[in-house]
């Protein structure tokens, strides 16, 4: 059986001309740590949502990425998490929106999925359910980032929210996208070796957000979706399009309705639907063959792939 996994760090205008080495290097670590991780899970008999998990627990202790204790700040000046978990072999699913001090989001909604009787829990609910459970808390120190805080403070005052990571990286509601930007939302895609799928991913959302916003990660079919019988998949890049799109299930269903192949599908969403809509990003995606897909429509997506064939791959660039 194939054994498959892959992961992303996020979509953008990530190009070789505003990434020097030091940065490369960087990314490729937190990448490389999360594959790692993740893979032995599979490699040692493991199921693909404890796979997901663990891959997706690194990137959210590691504050180069835009989820955990690298989530961005909120117009409050607050860090609100949202995360996603899907498993395909019986579509049981759990998210969290809008948490704050929570370590890893993406094990709240992991046990969202297990024992909380729903499937959707958000602000002051999620926490007292994750007091109730014992999820690991940590204080807003943990979270405090002082690049992040500074984008927060250049834009505070104003009605832009921005997309992670750049300064000059301004949008209001449903903005055309700045030829400078990038996301850093994590998420995890998995095959294991009985066949089953899962899917996750967790994010801080959007520097300066307000109201509560609320992306397409934690959305079930919009940023996260799995389904033994056609795929997983994990998205990235500006939500207000994602939601609209419904991403991740619209995939499924040219897979399960239309019978097209995983690439083909994700080609179909990602570089004609979204595009045509004016929505940019990405995703990862796997399907119970084994096979996968990076498919995205900006310069680049920090992205990494592990199977049971010895192949590996870390990436960032468009054409790689
Ligand atoms: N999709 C995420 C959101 O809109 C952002 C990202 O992917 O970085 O909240």
Not at 21 to 39: M, W
Not at 144 to 150: A, E, I, L, Q
Not at 186 to 202: E, F, I, M, R
Request: charged share 20%; aromatic share 8%.
């Amino acid at each position: 059986m194939p054994i498959t996994l892959v992961i992303h760090g996020g979509a953008g205008n990530i190009t070789p001309a505003i990434m020097n080495k030091e940065q490369e290097a960087q990314y490729h670590a937190g990448l490389e740590e999360a594959l790692q991780k993740g893979y032995s899970v599979l490699a040692g008999g493991g199921a693909a949502i404890d796979a997901v998990v663990a891959a997706i627990s690194v990137m959210e202790d590691n504050p180069l990425f835009n989820a955990g204790r690298g989530a961005v700040f909120t117009k409050k000046g607050l860090n609100e998490m949202d995360a996603a978990i899907m498993d395909g072999s019986n579509l049981a699913a759990g998210a969290i929106a809008g948490v704050r001090n929570i370590k890893n989001p993406i094990k709240l909604a992991r046990e969202v999925m297990l024992h909380s009787g729903h499937v959707f829990l958000s602000g002051k609910g999620a926490s007292e359910f994750a007091l109730k459970q014992g999820i690991e808390m940590a204080p807003d120190e943990y979270f405090f980032n002082k690049s992040r805080y500074d984008q927060w403070v250049e834009i505070r005052d104003s009605d832009f929210y921005q997309l992670d990571h750049k300064e000059d990286n301004l949008k209001g509601p449903l903005p055309k996208t700045n030829p400078d930007y990038k996301y850093g939302t994590v998420g995890a895609a998995a095959c294991d070796a009985q066949g089953n799928l899962a899917a996750g991913t967790s994010t801080g959302g959007m520097t300066n957000k307000r109201y509560g916003r609320i992306g397409d990660s934690p959305v079930i079919g919009a940023g996260t979706y799995a389904n033994n019988a056609t795929c997983a998949i994990s998205c990235t890049g500006h939500g207000e399009y994602f939601l609209r799109a419904v991403v991740a299930h619209d995939i499924s269903c040219l897979m399960e309705y239309k019978g097209m192949t995983l690439q083909q599908a994700c080609d179909k969403v990602i570089k004609d639907k979204l595009v045509k809509m004016g929505g940019e990003g990405g995703l990862i995606a796997v399907d119970a063959q084994g096979n996968y897909d990076f498919c995205f429509n900006s310069a680049g997506m920090y992205r990494a792939m592990k199977n049971n064939e010895g192949k590996e791959i870390v990436a960032y660039y468009g054409n790689e």
